[in-house]
């Protein structure tokens, strides 16, 4: 049988459309890369850039955007960032090659934006290591931070203004993931706000978070309209919160300089090992307040001024706390205060062992006094605190402590008061209200619930009219070679 002319040509076309459709899809510009090559070149330049013949290096000349950058020829995807990603006409992807920290300015942040937000979101997402140069910025939107992120400047030179939010900084959207290795250190805010605000400059409420540092920072809402805090940090159900430290920090703020929390997980010691130290913070209402079952707590070396409800508050069952070092000036409700047990609705947990609580001292006179309602077993020595309010143990949940070395002078109708709170140790103490007008007594028990009470080896200065110890209400003192202040034995 004789053969048709054209069945070669069918098989030719059938094999050649079996090839077209066997093709590996389109993946991307192609380009041919000069691999040796080095153009020196400006980021406008750059992104003009349409030869398919292209370097393999870039040397960008833009004032203060400096820096070599390198193609990636299997990316085919990544948007230009100004900053560490350089996209030409032609969609070559160039990627910065750097060590160290990145600048903003590679990314076009300016102190003439009127808003750095969206691009500090860019430049956030982008990098690990972040610093700002000196200057004064405005920042009107949020920015949401991420693990493994430094954010930095030098400390005092570069301001952001906050004009219209209340948040600079803010954790991911995204609460699944754990929020780790956060460096915010040297920058300073001034909260201008003058809308509706809830959390403040520096916001973490949501997700798992551990190794979390601000430090070095400086900031004032003083010219905002709403109460906000400088630094919230909020541990929620299921979640946890582990090596907080807040550190050489400058703060006022019109409701809490620093705000670190356990409301959600009852009885649970959500957050473990808390450090706040070498702070000032003044004029709010709260210095310091770290709240909830905590564990692993370090108050040390803060100048807490004229924070007018509390300078540093304890509230919870807290466990592992240290209180020292610090010093109070000014004004306050309670300038040092244990604010509750966790008993009831108080977010849980149980006193264990007792706060220690050692060298610290007021400024002059504070207004204001000390209270505790969860000291527990407390070691409370070589305090210094001239004050107008009184040093009271409040309740069951301060029983077992030692009360030694300390000075304590108040003008107040008493000086310390155990009230209700059983088995404590007062030795080696001067303790004063001789400016008081009151009649009441220097040192009291009270309440049934006041017994094992002693007061042994102390020097005791009374007002005119009062006395300088008295148990009432069914305590007990057990009083023994305490001097008044001219050293004559006190009966």
């Known amino acids: 049988m004789k053969q048709s002319i054209f069945a070669p040509v069918g098989y030719v076309i059938l094999v050649i459309s079996i090839m077209i459709g066997c093709r590996e899809p389109d993946s991307g510009p192609q380009f041919d890369v000069r691999t040796t090559a080095t153009d020196t070149l400006t980021i406008e330049r750059v992104r003009k850039f349409s030869d398919r013949s292209v370097p393999g290096t870039i040397l960008i000349t833009d004032s203060g955007k400096q820096g070599v950058f390198k193609i990636d020829p299997a990316d085919n995807s990544s948007a230009d960032n100004t900053g560490t990603i350089l996209v030409t006409a032609n969609g070559a992807r160039y990627k910065r090659d750097y060590t160290g920290s ?61 004009t219209k939010s209340y948040v600079s900084l803010v954790n991911p959207v995204d609460h699944s993931k754990a929020l780790e290795n956060v460096l915010i250190d040297g920058l300073s805010w001034n909260v ?25 920072c400086s900031s004032s809402d003083a010219g905002a309209k709403d109460s906000t805090n400088f630094l919230t940090l909020k541990i929620q159900a299921g979640k946890t919160g582990n090596n907080i430290l807040v550190q050489n920090n400058y703060v006022q703020a019109k409701r809490m300089a620093c705000e670190i929390f356990n409301h959600d997980n009852y009885g649970v010691y959500a957050g473990k090992n808390i450090t706040v130290a070498n702070n000032n913070f003044y004029n709010s209402w709260f210095g310091i307040s770290l709240s909830g079952p905590l564990d692993g707590l370090m108050v040390d070396n803060n100048y807490l001024k004229n924070c007018f409800h509390y300078g540093i508050e304890i509230a919870g069952a807290s466990h592992n706390v240290k209180i020292t070092n610090n010093k109070f000036e000014g004004t306050f409700d309670k300038f040092l205060i244990g604010s509750n047990d966790g008993s009831g609705d108080k977010n849980g947990g149980t006193i264990e062992g007792g706060m220690i609580v050692t ?27 001239t004050m107008t309010g009184r040093l009271t143990l409040q309740d069951k949940s301060n029983s077992g402590g030692t009360y030694a070395d300390n000075e304590i002078e108040s003008s107040s109708d008493i000086a310390i008061i155990c ?6 140790t ?57 001097v008044d202040g001219a050293g004559n034995p006190i009966p």
């Open 102 to 162: 990145a600048s903003t300015f590679w990314f076009d942040i300016t102190t003439n934006d009127a808003d750095i937000g969206p691009k500090l979101q860019t430049a956030v997402d982008a990098v690990s290591d972040l610093t700002f140069p000196d200057g004064t910025y405005t920042q009107q939107t949020e920015v949401r931070i991420h693990s493994n992120l430094s954010i930095r400047g030098n400390q005092g030179r570069v301001i952001i203004n906050l």
């Open 192 to 216: 201008t706000a003058t809308g509706t605000g809830t959390y403040g400059v520096l916001t973490v409420d949501g997700p798992t978070v551990t190794n979390f540092t601000v430090q070095n």
């Open 359 to 385: 060298n610290n001292r007021t400024v002059g006179t504070c207004t204001g006094g000390v209270q505790f309602f969860n000291a527990g077993a407390a070691t409370f020595t070589n305090n210094h605190f």
């Open 419 to 424: 009230d209700k709170a059983p088995n404590n």
């Open 426 to 482: 007062f030795t080696r103490n001067v303790i004063s209200n001789q400016s008081s007008r009151g009649t009441t007594a220097t040192f009291q028990a009270y309440g049934t619930g006041s017994t094992g009470i002693k007061l042994t080896g102390n020097t005791m200065k009374k007002s005119p009219g009062g006395v300088y110890y008295q148990a009432t209400e069914g305590a007990a003192i057990q009083a023994s070679q305490n």
